[in-house]
């Protein structure tokens, strides 16, 4: 069994933060634990706005405090989210996730993140990372 408490991770290594600032993600369940899905406690900070492309992941998203939205690229869909809404890019969707007040998120990754990814050009975790290549 796996206990951990969101205090341990913060401020440890498996707190990440943007390199903008725009959000923190305190990864709760990385790939090391071998249950085969990551869980993620993330805020996203207010008046952010973040193009994220998750090409080798599906994640879910559930919202639990704060207001936002989030748009598809691909075709400008804006879906509102609020405390309560969760979205899943089950397609891969390339979107822009805005925040139009501090949001918390509880994501949740397949294949699971080691925890050391880091979003590239296209604001996607390079292939193979969740394997720790």
Do not use: Q
């Amino acid at each position: 069994m796996i206990v951990r408490h969101l205090n341990d991770i913060i401020d440890s290594e498996r707190d990440v933060h943007a390199k903008n600032g725009n959000w923190e993600s305190r990864r709760l369940i990385l790939n090391n634990d071998a249950v085969g899905f990551s869980l993620h406690d993330t805020i996203i900070h207010a008046g952010t706005e973040t193009l994220l492309w998750y090409k080798h992941h599906i994640e879910a998203v559930y919202c639990i405090e704060g207001e936002g939205e989030v748009e598809t690229t691909d075709n400008g869909e804006v879906y509102k989210i609020k405390a309560g809404s969760v979205y899943l890019l089950n397609g891969n969707e390339r979107h822009w996730l805005r925040a139009r007040t501090t949001m918390r998120m509880v994501c949740v990754f397949n294949p699971p993140v080691t925890g050391s990814e880091k979003h590239d050009a296209d604001g996607a975790y390079c292939p193979g990372a969740e394997a720790g290549s």
